[in-house]
């Protein structure tokens, strides 16, 4: 595998406390990818008038003090947020205990850019990892384009007026996804740190978990590392997008579009995980078969956009970790043919052996049939032979290798 540029090992080393720009001590806790939000729940937002919407999210990283990052970055006007709060929270419930206020620059609102993100100021409240936190956000007049992540797959309420400093939201809707909210950071804590990115697909979003479990295949790789003494402190950060290709927008931003906001730019990463191509290959050939050179251009673009990403991430210092692509023949959504199956095995072969990738994690190896390697094992099938069961997504948590991460202690 490629070893680390100067500085790859000069970031690794500020996690032994050494201060810079690239480690400036906010550690992200819980994240999500942003993009513009559709569908019958942005409509319900935007003719419902001021409201709050409070959103449940379950933290990775334990601190002293927390901060949100909050984000209009889908927006085409300003977006004003009069006031905000912060809470210990229950997945799936409204109801919280004591909720304190956030401030922004002093103040109990902000209003933000179109296409910008601002953080609100740190708020004393000592957090550990597992713990579940919620946020309310009042929005006086929401946004026509709202900017969020709509497979949150946890519960999310919405209530009239401003109750962001209401314990009990009465009558209470229940909307799904998460709005305007980008991070959830931390700081103060003991342990040694750093914060992987797992970037990705619906695959990596959570596709098809039961709502407010939390049993997404990274949500399951941060409590394998939160439960080891050598990758205790490490957080994991879901950045996966539902329907998101590499090379092309469609369901949020291309890849290679979003990949330095949602990983580069996030305070303390360290290592990004990237899991994504399926959707590009099965697009190519949905509604109709295409010819050998089309094939063929698709796997050199994908490979190509792989060493792209892979490069700005090291001149940043991290470690790039590639993920193969899993099977998906038998997929009644994309149908693939023999041709495909040969994209997704040359692509495969490129992540494990090209070295564009430092390390590289085989869910393809560890998802699929031995006797018909082109397609899921049915225990890991979640049924559409395309995402996995909830005994697949462990199984992949299972397929990191934890040592991959023991490096960051060096």
């Not at 479990?213 to 990758?231: K, Q």
């Not at 994504?276 to 673009?301: K, S, Y």
Request: proline share 6%; net charge neutral.
């Amino acid at each position: 595998m490629r070893h680390w540029r100067s500085a790859a090992i000069a970031a690794l080393a500020l996690l032994g406390g050494a201060a810079t720009a690239r480690m400036p001590g906010w550690q992200v806790a819980w994240g999500a990818a942003q993009m513009r939000v559709e569908g019958p729940a942005a409509d319900r937002v935007a003719k419902a008038g001021a409201v709050t919407i409070r959103q449940i999210v379950h933290v990775s990283a334990a601190g002293s003090r927390v901060r949100i990052r909050l984000s209009n970055i889908a927006g085409d006007a300003p977006l004003r947020i009069a006031a905000a709060s912060l809470a210990r929270g229950t997945p799936g419930k409204a109801a919280v205990a004591a909720p304190r206020a956030l401030r922004f620059a002093g103040a109990p609102g902000i209003v933000i850019a179109p296409g910008a993100e601002a953080y609100s100021d740190p708020l004393p409240i000592p957090v550990v990892a597992g713990d579940d936190l919620a946020i309310s956000l009042f929005f006086p007049q929401p946004a026509a384009i709202p900017t969020g992540h709509p497979g949150a797959r946890a519960s999310t309420f919405l209530v009239a007026g401003d109750a962001t400093a209401s314990p009990d939201l009465a009558d209470a809707a229940r909307i799904g996804g998460w709005w305007s909210l980008a991070d959830v950071e931390v700081q103060g804590g003991t342990a040694p740190r750093g914060t992987i990115v797992a970037i990705g697909d619906s695959i990596t979003d959570g596709y098809g978990i039961v709502d407010d479990s939390n049993t997404r295949w990274p949500d399951l790789l941060a409590r394998r590392l939160s439960a080891a003494t050598a990758t205790r402190g490490l957080s994991v950060v879901n950045a996966g997008i539902g329907g998101n290709r590499v090379l092309l927008d469609g369901l949020g931003p291309n890849l290679l579009a979003r990949f330095d906001r949602d990983v580069i730019a996030r305070p303390g990463v360290t290592h990004v995980i990237v899991l994504e191509g399926v959707n590009d290959l099965g697009v190519l050939t949905r509604d109709h078969p295409v010819g050998a050179a089309e094939h063929q251009a698709m796997v050199a673009a994908i490979t190509g956009a792989y060493r792209q990403m892979a490069e700005r991430a090291h001149a940043h210092g991290l470690m790039v970790i590639g993920g193969t692509i899993t099977p998906f023949a038998g997929s009644d959504y994309y149908h693939p043919g023999a041709e495909t199956e040969a994209d997704r095995q040359a692509i495969n072969a490129f992540i494990r052996t090209s070295g564009t990738f430092d390390a590289v994690v085989d869910f393809d190896r560890a998802l699929r049939d031995p006797a018909r390697p082109d397609r899921l094992l049915a225990a890991y099938d979640s049924g559409d032979h395309l995402h996995p069961s909830a005994a697949g997504y462990r199984a992949m948590a299972d397929a990191v290798p934890l040592a991959l991460f023991h490096r960051a202690r060096r």
